[in-house]
């Protein structure tokens, strides 16, 4: 029977404040640039939900045309004021969530290089210290691609709750329905989110296999051994093997989360078919002028979005919290010498020290 892994030390939130912490401490102005890139995607938002629907109500009440232009034009500065803070903030925003990432890499560097010798000599301290400087090494990796993650979630988590205020006159087992299909999905994907996790030791052993193989295939120092004792087809086996057991491991996650992706669209399927058959329900019985409809029908598609942004956005924090709790649990790594907080070694003068 396979020993069960343990589970991660810090869940995705405890992780969420701990990068939170960081950028307070180091880069301030990555939280104040998260800020201003939520209120622009989600005024953005809103703004596009009520142009269509307030120009057809002036039509239909046969405003001047002066009237409808004004409205155009309202609507069309405050497109342009969003979609120009957004714009000023995509062109900003990265430096900070580098200095943040720069920061952490150099508290790990730190750790790795500080770290007492027995250790360096430990395996599982080798394979957690490579992995969490994999998560360190680029503008790709969680820590910095997390900050993507949780400005998308505060937009959606912002436009949930007012989308949610705006539909108040729909029957409420729609809404219901709309976020007991969404939690469905969540924790399937949840679920499935944790594979990586508890495969992340057996992965870094085959990665450093594989770099240990080619490094020798390409070590000119051994070129002979290889070639007299005839070795290249042992190591073009072991690469083999190596390589197949890597891929296997991606294949089957993938597979995994390509289920969690079909549950997804039978949920969305299933929420967004009730959802309009009610608002057309609702034109039919005269409930709801044109305009109307044109609203609330883009609000339940807006909203649906919304839930499903929560939904895909905690699926990507869970993963991606997974690498931030390994860098974490690398520099929490107990260290057996107490190195400047222990007692200092006075040399005894009538002794001789090599």
């Not at 939170?20 to 800020?35: C, D, P, V």
């Not at 290889?226 to 296997?248: C, H, Q, S, Y």
């Not at 669209?265 to 009730?274: D, E, Y």
């Not at 990507?316 to 931030?324: E, G």
Request: charged share 20%; hydrophobic share 45%; aromatic share 12%.
């Amino acid at each position: 029977m396979r020993k069960k892994k343990d589970k991660p030390r810090y869940n995705m939130w405890q992780n969420s404040g701990f990068m939170i912490g960081m950028a307070w401490k180091y880069e301030k102005q990555t939280l104040s640039f998260a800020l201003l890139e939520v209120i622009a995607v989600v005024g953005s938002s809103l703004v596009n939900l009520y142009v269509a629907p307030t120009i057809l109500n002036e039509v239909q009440k046969r405003v001047s045309i002066g009237e409808v232009l004004f409205t155009i034009i309202t609507f069309t500065l405050l497109l342009i004021l969003f979609n120009s803070l957004k714009a000023y903030v995509d062109q900003n925003v990265l430096y900070g969530r580098i200095g943040v990432r720069s920061a952490l890499s150099g508290l790990l560097h730190d750790k790795i290089c500080t770290t007492s010798y027995v250790n360096m000599e430990d395996k599982k301290f080798q394979l957690l210290s490579d992995k969490a400087t994999d998560v360190v090494c680029s503008n790709y990796t969680a820590s910095e691609q997390i900050w993507i993650t949780l400005v998308e979630l505060s937009q959606s988590v912002l436009g949930f709750l007012l989308f949610l205020l705006m539909l108040t006159r729909f029957d409420i087992s729609i809404m219901i329905l709309i976020i007991v299909t969404a939690m469905i999905g969540y924790v399937v994907n949840n679920k499935l989110s944790n594979y990586e996790y508890e495969h992340r030791e057996e992965v870094s052993k085959q990665s450093n296999r594989i770099w240990g193989y080619q490094a020798a295939a390409c070590d000119v120092r051994i070129a002979k051994d290889i070639r007299i004792f005839g070795l290249k087809p042992w190591l073009t086996e072991v690469m083999d093997k190596a390589v197949k057991a890597f891929n296997a491991f991606y294949i089957k996650a993938a597979k995994l989360y390509i289920v969690g992706n079909i549950v997804d669209l039978l949920l969305a399927l299933l929420r967004n078919g009730v959802a309009y058959a009610y608002l057309i329900g609702m034109v039919l019985d005269h409930q709801l002028s044109a305009a109307e409809f044109l609203l609330y029908f883009t609000a339940v598609d807006g909203f649906s979005n919304w839930v499903t942004g929560i939904l895909n956005n905690m699926t990507k924090l869970k993963r991606q919290s997974i690498d931030i709790c390994t860098v974490r649990e690398c520099l929490e790594w107990p260290e057996p010498f107490k190195f400047e907080e222990g007692e200092t070694l006075v040399p005894l003068a009538q002794k001789t020290y090599e």
